[in-house]
């Protein structure tokens, strides 16, 4: 698995690849370098001591000779042989420390990013939940109002989608909507509430279909509710059907 890791941070970050080959390229250098040759005469000295073994001439010295030469030239060689190892083993224990440092950052900004968001969605329910909360108290207390009459307004189409209620208070005069269902419009388009007064429709205003509870101008004498669609900023009258139409009791 850290090997996959690896690998992906190698395709994902090209400065990490070139590194890897730098070091890759300088150990190969190094081993190069110091490669350990072969001491000068050593194999001489060999087919000598092969000779003489054959021979018998000096059999004893020639023994001890080329051992002490053997031993001499193995101790060498491991003492240069753990030097190497160290120098490499110490170059790969770097190499996989930076390679560790960079797939721990990575890991520590994606789980910065998803703090961030986590704690941004969690603003945002929060701020939804007291928006919520308010306007339910606000309906609260408008409904229970006694001097507040709710009349709904259905849809004046067949398939009868569109649907909404609104509030008159009949002793202040003022009017409130809560938040229809109607449809999507084009963005030239916008909805308008009317009040039916004395039998001729007067605008209360502009629909703001973001608002849960929405508050209107002060209207006396409202027989009926209506919604129409007009153009962008409202009309002084309707010129289009209602959508949706409720009388007052």
């Known amino acids: ?37 072969t001491p000068f005469g050593l194999q001489d000295k060999i087919w000598d001591r092969i000779r003489e073994e054959e021979g018998g001439d000096n059999k004893e010295l020639g023994i001890k000779s080329l051992s002490f030469e053997e031993e001499s030239h193995e101790t060498t060689m ?8 160290l120098r490499i083993a110490a170059s790969l224990l770097l190499l ?4 560790g440092n960079i797939y721990l950052f990575s890991q520590w900004k994606n789980t910065q990013k998803e703090l961030v968001l986590a704690l941004t969605d969690n603003n945002s329910l ?19 109002n006694p001097d507040v009459q709710a009349v709904k307004m259905n849809s004046t189409s067949p398939d009868g989608s569109a649907y909404g209620l609104a509030c ?33 429709p007067v605008s209360a205003g502009m629909i703001d279909m973001n608002k ?38």
């Open 1 to 37: 698995q850290e090997a996959a890791e690896v690998e992906e941070l190698i395709k994902n970050h090209p400065e990490v690849k070139a590194e890897i080959r730098a070091i890759e390229t300088a150990l190969e250098e190094y081993a190069f370098d110091n490669a350990i040759k």
């Open 78 to 85: 491991k003492v240069s042989f753990w030097n190497n190892y």
């Open 96 to 99: 996989l420390s930076i390679l």
């Open 126 to 144: 929060a701020q939804q939940a007291k928006f919520s909360n308010d306007n339910l108290r606000e309906i609260e207390n408008i409904l229970s």
């Open 168 to 200: 008159w208070n009949k002793k202040t005069n003022q009017v409130y909507l809560f938040k229809p269902n109607l449809p999507t419009i084009p963005s030239e388009k916008e909805y308008q509430l009317w009040a039916l007064v004395d039998g001729k």
């Open 212 to 249: 849960t509870a929405q508050s209107f101008t002060n209207i006396a004498n409202v027989q009926a509710f209506a919604i129409s669609l007009e153009p962008k900023g409202g009309s002084p009258q309707p010129t289009t059907t209602p959508i949706t139409l409720g009388k007052l009791s």
